[in-house]
T-cell receptor, first 113, second 114 residues
């Protein structure tokens, strides 16, 4: 059974800092991995989707990587801004069933002005 | 596209009452998912549909929960009778494919059962 872990649970950084959020998964037979952002009282917003055949995806200041052999994905945020403050979740799909889309518990990021 | 649309955004009801949550997926998406989010358990998949057909409802907690998708643009999640432990945020999400498609979430319906 796939398990997805995100450490740390919370992170606080000063504005302008580059940072990395970590996501680890136990089942390397993964089809895709998706990063989401959740603001308080809101739904999840898709940030980046990495297919198993890809190593990374980029969108603006965000870059996500996927290393299946080590069971790790990272989300890199460049030049962080207070508006980046949110909870970031990763989710891995490890089979053809949506039942196997497993979410991490998230990292709560605070960017201080 | 307006994204996944859910209603109501907030619902406060008394124990024993029927609750109906509604969802309009993104046009063209053939997968629809209902999730529940609580502080204790995080995100839980309740049920999902493919082309309006329920594929896996093993996450539905009890017979009190039911979900339907009468057409490609509408789905409901019903709780009857509701209980205080059903209090949570219920999310609807849709995607164009399971393996290759991004998952798009609605804003959620926050349910409080007194």
């Amino acid at each position: 059974k796939q398990e997805v872990t995100q450490i740390p649970a919370a992170l606080s950084v000063p504005e302008g800092e580059n940072l990395v959020l970590n996501c680890s998964f136990t089942d390397s037979a993964i089809y895709n991995l998706q990063w989401f952002r959740q603001d308080p009282g809101k739904g999840l917003t898709s940030l980046l989707l990495i297919q198993s055949s890809q190593r990374e995806q980029t969108s603006g200041r965000l870059n996500a990587s996927l290393d299946k052999s080590s069971g790790r994905s990272t989300l890199y945020i460049a030049a962080s801004q207070p508006g980046d403050s949110a909870t970031y979740l990763c989710a891995g799909l490890s089979s053809g069933s949506a039942r196997q889309l497993t979410f991490g518990s998230g990292t709560q990021l605070t960017v201080l002005p | 596209d307006a994204g996944v649309i859910q209603s109501p955004r907030h619902e406060v009801t008394e124990m024993g009452q029927e609750v109906t949550l509604r969802c309009k997926p993104i046009s063209g998406h053939d997968y629809l998912f209902w999730y529940r989010q609580t502080m204790m358990r995080g995100l839980e998949l309740l049920i999902y549909f493919n082309n309006n057909v329920p594929i896996d409802d093993s996450g539905m907690p009890e017979d009190r929960f039911s979900a339907k998708m009468p057409n490609a643009s509408f789905s409901t999640l019903k709780i009857q009778p509701s209980e205080p432990r059903d209090s949570a945020v219920y999310f609807c999400a849709s995607s164009i494919g399971l393996r290759t498609g991004e998952l798009f979430f609605g804003e959620g319906s926050r349910l409080t059962v007194l």
